[in-house]
């Protein structure tokens, strides 16, 4: 007995694709380029879930993601797929087709060839025959998975790849005319991109570019080059928030006043535009050598004065990140205002001062319930030298009706500033 298993994609960035697979075999489906099933989704894990074909049965397994894994709209950990479900990977919605066939073969019959071998046209390894379909193609030859997408940009040559995420890859570029670094973005693509896609990565390009403040990463040039689409910002030397906390654990209390300081003046600065970034956390946070932070990334970025007039974010939609996110852009980030931001600059800075995120879980379930309805634990048990003037500035930041926040990460910045001016003071006095 063969079975045949068939993915057929009816919403998300591969809508209308259909994908085939033979038993036995096990695909690991994901938005990492190592996935056997590449698919592109913000919301979805690197290795999301497995789906393994043996004999006439297909078992699917959830790889321990933070979103989750839903089958006719209910979260699974392992279960058994039958013809007709429904699967949903974080906006991706995905028909499961099962077909169980007997194939009966000839013992003396030779295998046949279906046809010579392709090799990817970077590193020469085979192409898989299930990704041709769907593979890039470099001077004609296709391209695997692990070296898709490249890009060739008139006027630029990529230096080195400087971060990747669900939607795009980041490269430390040259501008040949002026012979600066700059870091370019690229969208992934396999195949043409679709309408939305090109609407959304056109809003990010635009949002970003509003806005020219010295703490945020300045938007400098947007193109195609088919099937690609691409934007240049600034380069910033320098390495994330996240990266610093990864390495030193909990951070010394000047250094978070004053990398905060600066965020909030980004965030204030990007309100004064009716921009919301939410998305903000220390991997978005560039610090370099000297102590000077920027905000990056407004790929989920949104201008408040046109909220839901395009389209892009719909109601019901959850964006941001898990850990950082507040209550009510799980449920709905269409309308959600700039307060959405105080809450996670102050779950930033709790992360940043107690080398912990406010919450952890290993569904999305156990997150929004944290996230709705529980409380950090108190910065006091990690450490005693913050204030409680700071302490209670992080707890109001990261309460859960935005009414009950601080109307603005001014007023945050405000009172980070009276911190700092009073260890500039001590130090004076003490010289």
């Known amino acids: 007995m063969t079975l045949r298993l068939k993915l057929q994609f009816r919403t998300g960035h591969h809508r209308g694709q259909t994908l085939e697979f033979e038993s036995p075999r096990t695909l690991v489906l994901g938005r990492s380029t190592q996935s056997d099933v590449q698919i592109y989704d913000g919301r979805i894990s690197r290795r999301h ?41 974080g906006g991706t919605e995905v028909e499961i087709q099962l077909i169980r066939e007997r194939v009966d073969i000839p013992p003396t019959e030779p295998l046949q060839a279906v046809g010579p071998a392709e ?26 998975l692990t070296c898709s997408p490249p890009i060739e940009v008139p006027g630029y040559r990529l230096e080195k790849k400087l971060g990747e995420g669900a939607m795009g890859v980041v490269y430390m570029a040259l501008n040949e005319s002026t012979s600066k ?22 809003r990010e390009v635009n949002t970003a570019a509003q806005l020219t403040h010295p703490n945020i990463v300045k ?40 990398v905060s300081v600066q965020v909030a003046e980004a965030l204030e600065h990007a309100r004064e535009h009716n921009v919301v970034h939410r998305d903000v956390k220390p991997e978005n946070i560039i610090v370099q050598n000297d102590g000077h932070a920027k905000l990056a990334d407004f790929g989920l970025a949104k201008n408040v004065l046109s909220s839901g007039a395009s389209g892009l974010t719909r109601p019901g939609d959850g964006l941001g990140t898990l850990p950082y996110m507040p209550p009510e852009l799980i449920a709905d980030a269409v309308y959600a205002d700039h307060r959405c931001d105080v809450y996670s600059l102050g779950a930033s800075i709790y992360h940043m001062l107690t080398g912990q995120t406010p919450f952890t879980a290993k569904t999305p379930v156990a997150f929004f319930r944290l996230i709705r309805e529980e409380t950090p634990k108190p910065i006091t048990e990690f450490r005693k030298d913050v204030p409680y003037v700071l302490t209670r500035m992080i707890e109001k930041s990261m309460a859960k009706s935005p009414d009950d926040r601080y109307d603005t990460v001014a007023d945050m910045a405000m009172i980070m500033r009276q911190f700092l001016q009073s ?3 001590s130090r004076q006095t003490a010289s």
């Open 49 to 89: 879930c497995a789906i393994k074909l043996e004999g006439d049965r297909a078992l699917i397994k959830d790889l321990g993601t933070v979103n989750g894994t839903l089958l006719n709209g209910g979260p699974i950990r392992e279960s058994q797929l039958t013809h007709g479900d429904l699967l949903v990977l």
């Open 119 to 144: 090799y990817c046209a970077i590193c020469s390894k085979p192409v898989p025959a299930d990704d041709l379909a769907l593979a890039n193609r470099h001077k004609g030859k296709p391209l695997c």
């Open 181 to 202: 670094l700059v870091a370019l973005k690229v969208l992934k693509a396999r195949g043409e991109v679709d309408g939305e896609t090109r609407a959304r990565f056109a």
């Open 219 to 258: 938007v400098l040039d947007c193109g195609e080059v088919t099937p690609h689409l691409y934007y240049t910002m600034e380069f910033v030397p320098g390495k994330s928030l996240k990266a610093y906390i990864e390495q030193h654990g909990a951070l010394p209390l000047p250094s978070v006043l004053r």
């Open 423 to 425: 260890e500039f003071d």
